[in-house]
């Protein structure tokens, strides 16, 4: 495969962003996967996940699930919201490639990063994840299980909390087939724990959960919206990425993830900082104008939720 170009990589995104939808129905029904891995750049393929919210539908697959070959091994960037997940991903693996897995990577602690980490330990492969990442899959594990199950039921399979084996604080190198991988956690964003896989030589990164595209992004009642942009603006924006495999929404390039990314989270903090100098209230914060992103997928179940929640973070700035 042709290593894609930034100009045929802009037009791949305009068509994929004018499709994407999340009343889309499962695009690979043979298998668990909601989608069939695409080759991004030679060596790196991504399953992309439903840009709707976790459920039977699509099975939990609503993030993307990545891999890297290498000529001494594979490296998974995803452990799936469930052992049968798991095992459909790495089914994509084997028919792409005679090399085994050697590390999965959680790109944080919610559910559809690490709750297939079962199946892969059982293989004897090891897991790694951020050190704060760990902490919230040992704090609320039992919840992001019972979460799952409640909406895969039978899907669930014998998925069960197991926790990243290996952790690491700043940065994890490893170099595999001659192939340079720097796991990093570039600071606090999205979620606890929240990491990036860069390589280098490629100029590629598979961002995580800091970087959205074609879905509107979360606030959680934990997430800094403030430092989210200052991890962004003073740590990634730097490194400069040629290619971009979001957490969520189709590959794309550093233009197009700042536009649903940065850009969204800078105008919403406006508006609602707005609104508090102007002293309104919750109740109001919840309807700021965010007319600019109805476009987005989510956009109904998260506008207001994230209005209401940057209004409590900056009232206290």
């Known amino acids: 495969m042709k290593l894609i170009t930034t100009?045929?990589?802009?037009?791949?995104?305009?068509?994929?962003?004018?499709?994407?939808?999340?009343d889309i129905p499962d695009q690979y029904p043979q298998s668990e996967l909601y989608s069939k891995p695409v080759e991004v750049i030679p060596h790196v393929f991504s399953a992309i996940g439903a840009t709707a919210p976790p459920g039977a539908a699509n099975a939990g697959h609503n993030n993307n699930l990545s891999f890297i070959v290498t000529d001494e091994g594979v490296v998974v960037v995803n452990a799936g919201a469930?052992?049968?997940?798991?095992?459909?991903?790495?089914?994509?693996?084997k028919a792409v490639t005679d090399q085994p897995v050697v590390l999965v990577i959680n790109e944080n602690g919610q559910g559809h990063a690490m709750l297939g980490n079962g199946y892969w330990r059982d293989l004897g492969v090891d897991v790694l994840a951020h050190v704060d990442a760990v902490a919230e899959t040992k704090e609320n594990g039992d919840f992001i299980l019972q979460r799952m199950l409640s909406y895969n039921k039978d899907g669930a399979d014998d998925t069960r909390i197991e926790h990243a084996n290996l952790s690491f604080d700043d940065d994890y190198n490893l170099s595999l087939g001659g192939v340079e991988i720097k796991v990093l956690h570039l600071g606090p964003a999205h979620d606890p724990g929240d990491v990036q896989v860069w390589i280098p030589e490629w100029q590629i990164m598979l961002a995580g959960d800091i970087a959205f595209h074609e879905r509107m992004l979360p606030v959680f009642p934990h997430?800094?919206?403030?430092?989210?942009?200052?991890?962004?603006?003073?740590?990634?924006?730097?490194?400069?990425?040629t290619y971009v495999v979001p957490g969520h929404?189709?590959?794309?390039?550093?233009?197009?993830?700042?536009r649903y990314t940065l850009d969204y989270?800078?105008?919403?903090?406006n508006k609602v900082g707005a609104h508090i100098e102007g002293g309104g209230d919750l109740a109001s914060a919840y309807y700021v104008d965010q007319a600019q992103w109805r476009g987005l997928d989510t956009f109904e179940e998260l506008a207001t939720k994230n209005a209401g929640r940057v209004?409590?973070?900056?009232?206290?700035?």
């Open 7 to 22: 100009s045929a990589l802009a037009g791949f995104v305009l068509a994929a962003a004018v499709q994407a939808s999340q």
């Open 82 to 93: 469930s052992d049968r997940l798991a095992a459909a991903l790495h089914d994509e693996i």
């Open 223 to 241: 997430t800094c919206t403030k430092c989210w942009i200052e991890t962004w603006t003073e740590k990634l924006e730097p490194l400069n990425p």
């Open 249 to 258: 929404g189709h590959p794309t390039n550093l233009a197009q993830v700042r």
């Open 265 to 269: 989270l800078v105008d919403l903090r």
């Open 311 to 317: 209004y409590e973070e900056m009232e206290w700035e």
